[in-house]
């Protein structure tokens, strides 16, 4: 184990001597697996990230968690009781657990969680991206209004800007910076959704100009034109399970039989 002395704060960063020692400044990665488990001598509250999801996302969320045991492998998979985009321990019978298996498992349940519509996934990812490329999202998507953290995107398709905001929210957790971007990812993918299915065009289709804007696929300064393949099918949720009271309109006169 080493010890780093943080010379303006004059204490101690303890991290794991993994054999596979990941990033831990939020820049390249420096192996091929996740560490073992992260230190930081600034707080005594022991992070669970398996069990304890983030209530409210921190716009600075730059600093290394404190973990007192081994982190939880973690990935998204589609929760078939509430239909919802969940962030859950990932079950594998391999005690290795690949980084490239939890971002390809995680990037095809929201491919498929989408797929469940009759509009194009490619509108609802687009839509996914206008709900989290904002100056005020959490890291690593967030930050200052002239360098956001979205601005490193520099793919050319909806499949690249799934796998961006996928591997982006992964590395940020893996890198002991905690599951807010985790969270972030899969309430956005929620949100995306039911404003298919609640109908409302309008919002989804801002949305989803915007999304497409910030990731460069379209220009800036020019009306855009919604290409059919992405435009939107009125559906409702299959799931939905309407609630209270159901009343009919009262009728005048005899009934025909």
């Known amino acids: 184990m080493a010890a780093d002395k943080d010379p303006k704060r004059g204490k101690q960063h303890w991290i794991s ?40 996302p921190a716009l600075r969320a730059d600093r290394i968690m404190l973990y007192g045991s081994a982190q939880s492998s973690l990935v998204l998979a589609i929760d078939a009781s509430s239909n919802n985009l969940v962030v859950a321990v990932f079950n594998s019978p391999s005690p290795e657990i690949s980084q490239s298996s939890i971002l390809h498992e995680s990037s095809s349940a ?43 995107y520099n793919g050319t398709d909806a499949a690249s800007l799934l796998h961006f905001a996928v591997s982006a929210s992964f590395k940020w957790y893996w890198a002991c910076r905690g599951r807010d971007a985790l969270d972030f990812l899969a309430n956005s993918v929620n949100k995306a959704r039911r404003l298919h299915f609640a109908g409302d065009a309008d919002i989804l289709n801002e949305l989803m100009l915007k999304g497409m804007q910030k990731a460069g696929h379209i220009v800036w300064n020019k009306a855009a034109i919604i290409p059919v393949a992405l435009r939107h099918w009125p559906e409702v949720d299959p799931n939905f399970v309407a609630s209270g009271v159901l009343f009919t309109p009262r009728r005048r006169g005899k009934m025909l039989e």
């Open 110 to 152: 929201i491919f498929s969680f989408f797929s469940h519509t009759k509009v194009s996934p490619n509108r609802l990812i687009y839509a996914t991206a206008g709900i989290m490329f904002q100056p005020a999202s959490p890291k690593p998507f967030g930050g200052s209004k002239l360098n956001p953290g979205y601005a490193a």
């Open 17 to 56: 001597a993994s054999d596979r020692p990941y990033f831990f400044d939020g820049g390249q990665s420096l192996g091929s697996g996740p560490p073992t488990w992260c230190l930081l001598m600034l707080t005594s509250a022991f992070a669970t990230d398996a069990t304890r999801p983030s209530k409210q």
